[in-house]
């Protein structure tokens, strides 16, 4: 799993692999930067590394080190979970299909960085969460499950964001079920 932020949903499916009948685990978490969430690892006796976007001249010298990194722990499948960043074609290549994002919007509805801000701002009276197969595109690749989140009057970006991510927990963790025992093909789901 690949994160840059606190790791919650990071955290959800480390605590859903606690159940010997989840049919996953997580072999090492990496991290674009010191990310609070690799605290979570820690705490589960998961094996942690560090790329830092900073220390790289290019974002595909970055991608470079850190698809070696991943590939050090041979993983079936690969969780992008609040990685901040955008993985350079080559590294998307490298992985893809058998590399998943969660998004914090109903993609295609307001994809990128800033899903939860845009949908406040664009007035939706719903937005949603996604997870979905990454592509070389920015959240565009064929989605494997998503979800309608109302939007609340009084919403601000943190109180919305913090609705939607349960969902999201919820979707990754019936999505990565369905990858490991079969139900849900990856080879299938890449664009045409
Ligand atoms: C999640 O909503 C993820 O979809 C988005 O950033 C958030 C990360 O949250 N890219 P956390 O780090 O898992 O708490």
């Not at 705490?43 to 290019?58: A, Q, R």
């Not at 309608?148 to 019936?174: G, N």
């Amino acid at each position: 799993m690949l994160i840059s932020g606190g790791g919650s949903n990071l955290r959800a499916l480390l605590e859903a692999c606690r159940d010997a009948e989840y049919p996953a685990h997580v072999v090492a978490v990496g991290a674009d930067r010191a990310a609070d969430g690799l605290a979570h690892a820690e705490e589960f006796g998961i094996p942690s590394f560090t790329v830092p976007f900073s220390s790289f001249d290019s974002r595909e010298a970055w991608g470079d080190e850190l698809l070696a990194a991943v590939q050090q722990w041979q993983p079936d499948l690969v969780v992008l979970s609040g990685l901040m960043r955008l993985l350079p074609p080559r590294v998307v290549d490298a992985l893809a299909p058998r590399l998943i994002n969660t998004h914090p919007a109903y993609l295609p509805e307001f994809p990128g960085a800033h899903g939860v801000r845009d949908a406040l701002a664009a007035g939706a009276a719903q937005t949603g969460a996604s997870v979905i197969v990454v592509d070389t595109g920015v959240d565009t690749g064929p989605i494997l499950a998503q979800e309608r989140v109302a939007v609340l009057p009084d919403d601000t970006e943190h109180s919305l964001h913090e609705r939607i991510k349960p969902v999201e927990r919820r979707l990754l963790i019936d999505v990565v079920r369905g990858i490991a025992d079969g139900s849900i093909e990856l080879g299938t789901a890449s664009t045409p």
